[in-house]
């Protein structure tokens, strides 16, 4: 759900030969695009027979990749893709893939895994295919949440981002996606091409989209996967309340982010049993073709696509303001609510900031949430940004959450829950050394262009979109 991101294409673009130099990326060979396959026609998203007997985490099958910016420079880091077992809504077995990248100074008792916010129920946007060099740059989400993923690895961190989604790339089931990523955990803890210790350290992190499968991982960990040596969780912006985010989004720029929530919702893998052919049966034929079209665009189309529309209207779906009050509506929207079960409260550190004025993301549902945590005994520290709107409170975030990481690792954490609040609406280049100035130099610039609390964005989001596409 981090739209907005989308405004940083260009700058990260611009100098980009330079910057990459600086964090050793190394020319290679051009690859044409069309040696590059999209999921659907890739050998190598397909399980091989009998894999549903095998126990959740378990690696399928693996390969090493060129990752690259953008899908054009490669990055110089070891680049694997694993195929893993993991488990759809209703406890079936299904795979997915996760991307592995290795930095050559890499610390062999940790690992990151960093759910990015692809918001797309469509396969092509799949971040394993996004990553590879020569493929086309349709998940423009993911590949900009690469750049961030680079500060990791200069701090000597293997990064994991695992396509949570799952095989039918269903954007919306937060369960779902917190079992792929507890699951893709399991298989990079397992993969011994890494060198990595037994049972390493892992912190997860997410933001926006990425919070929901970050958040839902940390709500199961306790009893989907107990044996992970999880340190910490990072999730910003976080969509905990499905209703409350569905009623901020609606009728917005941001209502593009709807149909494909709904298409993912209603996918086999999450809800289809139940939820499918209600769906079916009240869209009308405007509302089908635009379900139609979430299943093979990525974010951006489909924010064009439904720009400031609503999924109330009735030349959507014939129910009108009833739809939201079904009861096989209301149970999904329940089942993918956070916080709303104590036995499902995470039980490792946990970071939470949001911004106050969030555009896209109830900030009332994070602090719900948080609060709920806190009183079942969880360790909770939530930040509040006062300044910066959904887009940028992102990356003015991030020298915090690189503390959090840090602490985590370290075991450093301030125990109980604990509340800040920061005005902070600039990075300093050069917080993190000389090393990692570049890519701060970046997001800075980013944060000048996305304007005061995401202003540009909010006063013409078709064309910040347009500009940078």
Known sequence: MALSLVRMVRLALVGLVAFTSTVSALPAPPVHRSTVLAPDADPFYQPPAGFASEAPGTILSQRDITAAFFGLIPIDVEAYQLLYRTTAVNGSAIATVTTVFKPKNAKLDRFVSF???????????????????????????????????????????????????GPEAAFGPGRLAGMGVLDGIRAVGSFKTLGLDDNPMVVGMGYSGGAIATGWAASLQPKYASELNIKGWVQGGTPSNVTGTMYQLDNTAFSGLLPPAIAGLSKSTAYGAELAPFISKIMTAD???ILDSTLSECATSNLLAFFERSIFETSFQT??????????????????????NKDETPTVPTFVYHATNDEVIPYADAEKMVNSWCDWGANVKFTTYASGGHATTEIIAILDVIDFVKDAFAGTTKSGCTENTELVSILNPIALGVQLEPILVKLVDALFNLGEQDSKVKSDPVGVLSTNL
């Open 115 to 165: 759910a990015t916010a692809y918001d797309s129920s469509a396969t092509k946007c799949q971040p394993s295919y996004a990553y590879q060099l020569g493929a086309p740059q349709d998940s423009l989400i993911a590949s900009v949440e690469l750049l961030i993923i680079e500060i990791y690895l200069a701090l000597g961190y293997t990064v994991a981002s695992p396509d949570y989604e």
């Open 287 to 289: 509302g089908q073709k």
């Open 319 to 340: 129910m009108g303001e009833d739809f939201i009050f079904d009861p096989i509506v209301q149970s999904v929207l329940k089942q993918n609510s956070m916080a709303t």
